[in-house]
């Protein structure tokens, strides 16, 4: 969002979709006021209405189109093949036995794919935290929904990208990175991506500071209020130290961890959050045998 004069960027577009639209998959829809959907303004967003609204963007030959989305926004509840959006269905094309997304085939493969992944242990907490208050009064959720974790989901879109059963030595993986790196070394994450990508890399994609920056962000996260509470007030990434990074989650034991969630949560949601991060686990950590490997040095 820093790059305005070379990206067109927008944030969780298949989410309108998923969550308001006549095609929508989220079982939250369930939980919420009668009128909730309709005052979104999003109540006639199909997959294909959001794909329209992105291929107007490309039009552009001045920009490359950038999408921040979730894997379970674009995957089939039932996690099953040959499931193609209704609305999508005119844009035919033979569909992949294997591809587990509500996109036909040759929509999967006009895209470039970047995973960011981070630790359960570290994001799930994050995440309760807008279930209840006092974010709850802003994203108006009182469930962890375990359908909406999305680490499956991720680890079946890298999959079909990046078919187990055909990988070869030549064979490049997705862009694949983990938040710890990416917070540690920022400049060697983002520059690598930039390369992988074919974009100019500069310094300025690590600052976000300026009053339009803030506006721009706003202005994209207030569709799903209370949950971007911490990414609004930042202003940039700048390398984390070691011992910072020695504090993180990843430092502490099971029992330290569930502690730390008793007591700021309370016995149930500690449980609630436990079961959440051990689904998670193993999909977390088959995905990061893939990221990008920092090279460490002094510029990071």
């Given at each position: 969002?820093?790059?305005?004069?070379?990206?067109?960027?927008?944030?969780?577009?298949?989410?309108?979709?998923?969550?308001?639209?006549?095609?929508?998959?989220?079982?939250?829809?369930?939980?919420?006021?009668?009128?909730?959907?309709?005052?979104?303004?999003?109540?006639?967003?199909?997959?294909?209405?959001?794909?329209?609204?992105?291929?107007?963007?490309?039009?552009?030959?001045?920009?490359?189109?950038?999408?921040k989305?979730?894997?379970?926004?674009?995957?089939?509840?039932?996690?099953?093949?040959?499931?193609?959006?209704?609305?999508?269905?005119?844009?035919?094309?033979?569909?992949?036995?294997?591809?587990?997304?509500?996109?036909?085939?040759?929509?999967?493969?006009?895209?470039?794919?970047?995973?960011?992944?981070?630790?359960?242990?570290?994001?799930?907490p994050?995440?309760?935290?807008?279930?209840?208050?006092?974010?709850?009064?802003?994203?108006?959720?009182?469930?962890?929904?375990?359908?909406?974790?999305?680490?499956?989901?991720?680890?079946?879109?890298?999959?079909?990208?990046?078919?187990?059963?055909?990988?070869?030595?030549?064979?490049?993986?997705?862009?694949?990175?983990?938040?710890?790196?990416?917070?540690?070394?920022?400049?060697?994450?983002?520059?690598?991506?930039?390369?992988?990508?074919?974009?100019?890399?500069?310094?300025?994609?690590?600052?976000?500071?300026?009053?339009?920056d803030?506006?721009?962000?706003?202005?994209?996260?207030?569709?799903?209020?209370?949950?971007?509470?911490?990414?609004?007030?930042?202003?940039?990434?700048?390398?984390?130290?070691?011992?910072?990074?020695?504090?993180?989650?990843?430092?502490?034991?099971?029992?330290?961890?569930?502690?730390?969630?008793?007591?700021?949560?309370?016995?149930?949601?500690?449980?609630?959050?436990?079961d959440?991060?051990?689904?998670?686990?193993?999909?977390?950590?088959?995905?990061r045998?893939?990221?990008?490997?920092?090279?460490?040095?002094?510029?990071t």
């Open positions: 969002m820093t790059q305005r004069d070379l990206l067109t960027c927008f944030h969780e577009p298949f989410g309108d979709a998923f969550y308001f639209g006549p095609e929508k998959i989220s079982q939250a829809w369930r939980r919420w006021p009668a009128d909730k959907i309709e005052k979104s303004g999003r109540a006639h967003y199909t997959y294909d209405f959001v794909l329209g609204m992105i291929q107007d963007a490309i039009e552009d030959p001045t920009k490359r189109v950038f999408l989305d979730m894997s379970y926004h674009i995957i089939t509840p039932s996690h099953s093949a040959n499931a193609v959006a209704p609305s999508l269905q005119h844009h035919f094309s033979p569909h992949e036995p294997r591809n587990p997304t509500l996109f036909p085939t040759n929509l999967v493969n006009t895209f470039s794919f970047v995973f960011l992944i981070r630790k359960p242990s570290a994001s799930l994050s995440l309760y935290r807008c279930f209840i208050p006092p974010l709850s009064e802003k994203t108006g959720e009182r469930v962890l929904d375990s359908s909406e974790l999305g680490y499956r989901e991720t680890r079946m879109l890298f999959d079909y990208l990046y078919p187990p059963a055909a990988r070869t030595p030549s064979m490049s993986a997705p862009i694949l990175v983990d938040a710890d790196d990416l917070l540690a070394h920022p400049k060697f994450i983002v520059r690598t991506i930039c390369q992988r990508l074919a974009l100019p890399y500069t310094s300025s994609m690590l600052t976000w500071d300026r009053p339009e803030y506006a721009l962000a706003e202005s994209a996260f207030k569709k799903y209020a209370g949950y971007h509470v911490d990414a609004l007030k930042s202003t940039g990434l700048r390398p984390r130290t070691a011992d910072h990074m020695a504090r993180g989650s990843e430092a502490r034991s099971r029992e330290e961890e569930d502690r730390e969630w008793q007591e700021r949560y309370g016995t149930e949601a500690a449980r609630t959050i436990r959440a991060v051990d689904l998670c686990q193993a999909d977390y950590e088959y995905l045998q893939f990221r990008i490997v920092p090279e460490i040095d002094e510029d």
